[in-house]
């Protein structure tokens, strides 16, 4: 259980941060913002639940059998929820 919430929490920083800079005029700098909260997010969680934030990364560490196939779905869903958390607290 505590993988799955920290996919939760780092999608959902992540998708926030990204939301936030979108919305705030996407200066030339705004990447910057979006990797240092990537980055914080892998050091926060990588050692828990090797820190994906993305079902597309979920999925190539399935393929290369680097974790197991059981935890794709439950890994997705928490991703999905998320997004959709940061992305309309992003929208407020």
């Known amino acids: 259980m505590p993988k799955y919430?920290?996919?939760f929490?780092?999608?959902?920083?992540?998708v926030l941060t990204v939301g936030l800079v979108v919305t705030g005029g996407g200066a030339p700098t705004s990447v910057i913002a979006i990797g240092?909260?990537?980055?914080?997010?892998?050091?926060?969680?990588g050692h828990i639940s090797g820190g994906h934030y993305n079902p597309?990364?979920?999925?190539?560490?399935?393929l290369a059998k680097k974790?197991?196939?059981?935890?794709?779905i439950p890994y997705w869903i928490s991703q999905v929820l998320g997004g959709?958390?940061?992305?309309?607290?992003?929208?407020?």
């Open 56 to 62: 597309a990364v979920t999925l190539a560490a399935t």
């Open 5 to 7: 919430l920290t996919e």
């Open 84 to 92: 959709i958390a940061g992305a309309a607290l992003a929208q407020l």
């Open 67 to 72: 974790m197991p196939a059981k935890d794709l």
């Open 9 to 14: 929490i780092g999608t959902f920083f992540l």
């Open 36 to 45: 240092v909260m990537l980055m914080c997010m892998v050091y926060m969680g």
